[in-house]
């Protein structure tokens, strides 16, 4: 290796993140160049990119959980539960808010977030139509729970993917380890959203007109869902208990998407084709590109500065947790979890600390990377879907009327997670 | 060697073959699956999977030959070229014939069969209908030249790709050595077909009128064919030149579709869409059944016991091409060269030659593989999609009348084939 690939393999990764960023290019393109690079010049040699950097653990399981998704979204059953907790809030305005932030959360643990809001959304439009109020505030709530929620679960959102494949911590760890902070945030937040929205609950509700329909008309397919209910359930509990057998998260959902693609109707080539290869494609690249900055030392030189410099890890654990949350509020959280992951992992070595010890660094970054997606409206790919949606009804979602709503809340939960952190890990 | 990892991994594999021959289930979901459930029952698992079955030599280089190659095959160039053929032909049928057939064995040797099939194909349709012919005879020609057209090169057809990578061949390599018996086997094939039907390849007077269709209409998108063209070029030009740095094919052609994918204004799902996603699932499906039978002993035992039944380097070069041959158009030529791959190194291995003296055996087990799907309507992928062209003209191609031609028209080519390998490899030697 010459002096030249470390300045080389920076250069094309600082290129990347900035392209990134501008959103001038498609970030699919920009990672698919900057790896063709990195492989062409032989910093990143094909075998090594695809046995040490490509992290198929997360390839496995973002593309498995997007065909149980893909299949299950075909049978209607979310629009059911959203339909049934609208009959059961009788109409009340604060049931439904309450109602949908807490099944947005929850389907938000064991999906991933734009699904979930996709889900969610036109049924909110709907609901909020019908009772002749501004959807935006309900929106916006569910923007909040929705990244709330996925941060609970390995599953719910790509850092944690990310991060549980790299340091070997499986479903039931992050369970145990962010859920009952999460639980906390959770309900703090939906007080908060209470506070901030109590002008959408004066005024006269329609909420007769919600318990007026069949939720049932929503089922497409009878048979079929009950079949991938069943998967389902039996997958989420595999995914509790992945760790007696041995398997990784990602077989798991691989197993249980193929179990699901052969009960199915839908031929392959529909449910391939329904994949976000672009997504799949762009971690693959930005695996890469991390991998260039890892394979000529960048990130080994990077994490002994942090290393040098670190006074106790429990003030390391609040930068990773206040950083990374300004950090995701602004910026793609991916791409930031994916180049942390190997400083963390460098400086971890260099002060010689035990896993357990490190624990906490790991659900810092976590809860900062995916908590921090709700300090503005481009703070996570969910929030900026949302946002989209909403700029199709009367009152559209603004940058500026959700950072007043959103960014608050972001530093509340902070503030919960610093207190849980200190607590948990430290006191 | 009979436990459990065995009997699973072999049930797993008669289960893929049988989905592959009969087209009950999905073929890609059935090795897929096949894959998956051998990791969860332990017979193997994700990481050696990943790391060591999985073949990332191949997958990267059908990923971007696949994007390039549909990039290209979307600007409509292969319907000007062959339209463009019909109109200079004025109608000759047997002349027409030659002409698509050589087309499509050109344009098979630089883009996967099927999609070459797909484009092509319809002109066939469209000529045979001009000229008052029945499209069967069209559409076998082609289908003929396009697997021969893709025996030609490293990337014209999945089992050279696989056999590149295991083998350590190039592209150079390929065209120097599977080059020349490719040209042979098309003139054998088509001259077989001239002789078995050559009532209806007699000149009949008949003609497509000049008027009656305007080829440049194809070409929608001049710049992107310029630029697609080009990326093409340089790929293959880095084909040549960049292994002597250390780049591997697939990282060429990966880097080939980077670059496409960057100057290309479509959005990267239009362009990852011309991936065939399920051929690649196949892939990694029969790479994991590979492995496990690798890891279960299976491959060296059959390798070793191939080796030991041939007197000779020769006549197991022979062996392996008409095995293979009759393999590739009974169990289709991707799921079999798959499992054969590791069986022949194994028993290279067991025979104790080098990878000089090895070649050969490499070249024949492609002449087999590729040559051979020639052989029936499902030893290969594009046959298939002939198949599915077919059906909507009156005569429909089946299997029995595909196997009438295209099976004495393999076993000809082939003939000639262990002649060539004879004759190069051996006679003088």
């Known amino acids: 290796m010459n002096i030249y690939e470390p300045y080389f393999a920076s250069a094309i990764f600082v290129a990347a993140f900035a392209l990134i960023i501008s959103e001038k290019v498609h970030r699919t393109k920009v990672v698919a160049l900057g790896a063709a690079l990195l ?29 149980i998704v893909n299949i299950t979204k075909r049978t209607g059953v979310f629009e059911f539960v959203a339909l049934k907790i609208a009959r059961w809030s009788g109409g009340s305005y604060l049931k439904i808010m309450v109602g949908f932030c807490v099944i947005t959360a929850v389907f938000s643990a064991f999906l991933d977030n734009v699904t979930t809001v996709l889900l969610i959304a036109p049924i909110t439009l709907y609901i909020a139509d019908l009772m002749g109020k501004s959807p935006r505030s309900l929106l916006i709530s569910e923007i909040l729970v929705s990244n709330i929620g996925g941060t609970s679960t390995l599953i719910g959102d790509p850092p944690n993917i990310l991060i549980g494949s790299a340091v070997g911590r499986g479903f039931a760890d992050f369970l145990t380890n962010l859920g009952p902070v999460i639980v906390v945030v959770l309900v703090i937040t939906i007080f908060y959203n209470r506070f901030a929205f109590r002008g959408d609950f004066v005024g006269v509700t329609n909420g007769h007109r919600i318990t007026g329909y069949d939720e049932k008309k929503a089922i497409h397919d009878k048979p079929l869902l009950v079949k991938s209910l069943v998967i389902l359930g039996l997958t989420i509990v595999a995914f509790m208990v992945h760790e007696l057998f041995g398997l990784p998260p990602a077989v798991v959902a691989l197993v249980a998407a ?4 052969f009960i199915t109707k839908p031929p392959v080539e529909e449910l391939l084709r329904e994949v976000e290869w672009p997504t799949l494609v762009f971690f693959a690249g930005l695996f890469v590109l991390v991998g260039g900055l890892q394979a000529t030392g960048v990130t080994d030189a990077l994490a002994g500065l942090i290393a040098d410099s670190t006074t106790s890890v429990m003030v390391l654990c609040l930068i990773v947790l206040w950083g990374s949350a300004i950090f995701s509020a602004f910026l793609d959280n991916i791409p930031f979890v994916a180049t942390m992951i190997p400083l963390l992992q460098g400086t971890v070595a260099q002060l010689g600390l035990t896993p357990a010890q490190a624990d906490p660094l790991w659900w810092s970054l976590a809860l900062g990377a995916c908590l921090g997606g709700n300090g503005t409206l481009v703070g996570a790919s969910a929030n900026v879907i949302v946002a989209g949606i909403s700029e199709r009804t009367r009152d559209p979602i603004t940058f500026r009327s959700y950072l007043k709503v959103g960014l608050p809340a972001m530093l509340i939960s902070m503030v919960i997670c610093s207190v849980y952190i200190y607590l948990r890990y430290f006191a | 060697m009979w436990g459990f ?48 079955f999985i073949d990332f030599e191949t997958i990267g280089l059908l990923v971007g030959m696949m994007l390039i190659a549909g ?50 194909g319809p002109v066939a349709v469209f000529a045979a209908d001009a000229l008052h012919h029945k499209p069967y005879l069209l559409l076998i020609a082609l289908t003929l030249a396009a697997n021969i057209g893709g025996t030609a090169t490293l990337i014209g057809d999945p089992p050279n790709m696989l056999i590149g990578s295991a083998a350590g061949l190039g592209f150079h390599s390929f065209v120097i050595h599977t080059g020349p018996p490719s040209i042979l086997a098309l003139a054998v094939s088509l001259g077989f077909l001239f002789v078995a039907r050559r009532n209806e390849l007699r000149p009949t007077g008949r003609t497509i009128s000049a008027d009656s269709f305007d080829e440049t209409k194809y070409i929608r998108d001049r710049p992107t064919l310029a630029v697609s063209l080009t990326v093409l070029g340089l790929v293959l030009a880095g084909f040549v030149v960049l292994p002597a740095f250390g780049a591997t094919p697939a990282a060429v052609a990966l880097v080939g579709a980077g670059v496409l994918m960057l100057v290309n204004r479509a959005k990267p799902r239009e362009l990852l869409g011309h991936v065939e996603w399920p051929l690649i699932f196949f892939f990694l499906g029969l790479f994991v059944i590979t492995g496990a039978l690798e890891k279960v002993g299976l491959i060296v035992v059959v390798g070793r016991f191939f080796a030991s039944l041939t007197p000779s380097p020769f006549w197991f070069c022979i062996a392996i091409l008409w095995v293979s041959s009759f393999g590739a158009a009974f169990l289709s030529a991707v799921p079999f060269i798959t ?20 070649e050969p055996i490499w070249w024949a087990l492609s002449l087999g593989a590729c040559i051979g799907g020639n052989g029936t309507l499902i030893g290969s ?13 009156p005569e429909p191609v089946n299997f029995r009348s595909y196997f009438r031609l295209g099976f004495p028209a393999m076993v000809l080519a082939q003939l000639v084939s262990s002649l060539y390998l004879w004759l190069r490899y051996f006679a003088f030697q």
């Open chain 2, 339 to 358: 499992v054969m791959i590791p069986i022949t190194a194994a028993a290279v291995a067991h025979l104790g030659l080098g990878p000089l003296a090895a």
């Open chain 1, 39 to 67: 492989l062409v010049t032989g910093i990143v040699p094909l075998g090594d990119a695809w046995r040490e950097y490509i992290d198929f653990n997360t390839l496995g399981l973002l593309f498995g959980m997007m065909l």
């Open chain 2, 71 to 120: 990039v290209i095959g979307q600007t409509g160039v292969f319907q000007f070229v062959a339209l463009r053929a019909v109109r200079l032909t004025r109608g000759r049928y047997g002349l027409l014939l030659v002409a698509l057939s050589v087309i499509t064995a050109v344009a098979s040797a630089f883009l996967d069969n099927v999609t070459t099939i797909l484009l092509l």
């Open chain 2, 381 to 393: 992928a594009c046959n298939m999609a002939m198949s599915a062209i077919s059906e909507r003209t």
């Open chain 1, 258 to 261: 193929a179990l699901l693609a």
């Open chain 2, 5 to 52: 990892p065995t009997i699973a991994t072999l049930a797993v594999l008669a289960f893929v073959y049988f989905c592959v021959v009969t087209d009950k289930l999905d073929k890609a979901k059935a090795a897929f699956f096949g894959g998956v459930l051998l990791i969860a029952a332990g017979v193997t698992t994700l990481e050696e999977a990943w790391r060591y």
